[in-house]
């Protein structure tokens, strides 16, 4: 069965430092989102993606953060200068919206900034 | 905008027993889909059951299956003949229809935490 892949799994920074998450998406699917879930607490949307921009981001997604696609299949969000509060667990996700099914997420990518 | 609230921050259930996990959710759109997601410990998000708004139907998948009242803005999650293997995070969430929004985002509710007990 076809999944969402993530690495790294988990990755320690030191604050201030440039973070990458990798994220390869179904093949055939449309849509692609970044998650954030800081420990305890509830999923966050970040961002969408479609047709190689973004289609929506919401508040938390300010200048740090940014994503692309740069060769068709990988996805990857990019953190700039990460902070203490940056530290979660980050789930991509894809969907092919338009035929109506659900979103599959990988399984994630701890972050832990220290 | 669209919330969904989940109430119930921990629930317990007996091994065999039936238990139902609360949902309700705040829209002014008609169209929409409601989802329920586990999260085990590994902290994978798994699909449990999905339910398109415009169906009266309730939707079901084996032992799971949800109480949709479109009036009410309520989904609940019932949970037939409990396994241990069902204790996780239950996450409820919503998403609109593409008529209202392009990006597709899922709005969850903060989950609720299920145990099951031998």
């Known amino acids: 069965e076809p999944e969402v892949t993530q690495t790294p799994s988990h990755q320690v920074t030191q604050m201030g430092q440039e973070v990458i998450l990798r994220c390869v998406p179904i093949?055939?699917?449309?849509?692609f989102y970044w998650y954030r879930q800081i420990l305890g607490q509830k999923v966050e949307f970040l961002v969408s993606?479609?047709?190689?921009?973004?289609?929506?981001k919401s508040e938390i997604f300010d200048d740090q953060f940014s994503v692309e696609r740069p060769d068709g299949s990988n996805f990857t969000l990019k953190i700039r200068s990460t902070k203490l509060e940056d530290s979660a667990m980050y789930f991509c996700?894809?969907?092919?919206?338009?035929?109506?099914?659900?979103?599959?997420f990988g399984q994630g990518t701890r972050l832990t900034v220290v | 905008a669209q919330t969904v609230t989940q109430s119930q921050p921990e629930m317990s259930v007996q091994e065999a027993e039936t238990v139902t996990l609360s949902c309700t959710y705040d829209?002014?759109?008609?169209?929409?889909?409601l989802f329920w997601y586990k999260q085990p410990p590994s902290r994978q998000m798994i699909l449990v059951i999905r339910?398109?708004?415009?169906?009266?139907q309730n939707a079901t998948e084996n032992r799971f299956s949800v109480n949709f009242q479109k009036a009410a803005k309520s989904f609940s999650l019932k949970i037939s003949d409990s396994q241990l293997g069902d204790a996780a995070m239950y996450f409820c969430?919503?998403?609109?229809?593409?008529?209202?929004?392009?990006?597709?985002?899922?709005?969850f509710g903060q989950g609720t935490e299920l145990s099951v007990k031998p």
């Open positions: 339910q398109e708004a415009y169906k009266q």
């Open positions: 969430a919503y998403r609109s229809d593409l008529i209202y929004n392009q990006g597709g985002k899922l709005i």
């Open positions: 829209t002014s759109e008609s169209d929409y889909y």
């Open positions: 996700a894809s969907n092919k919206v338009r035929e109506n099914t659900e979103a599959f």
């Open positions: 993606f479609y047709n190689n921009e973004i289609s929506e």
């Open positions: 093949s055939n699917h449309l849509y």
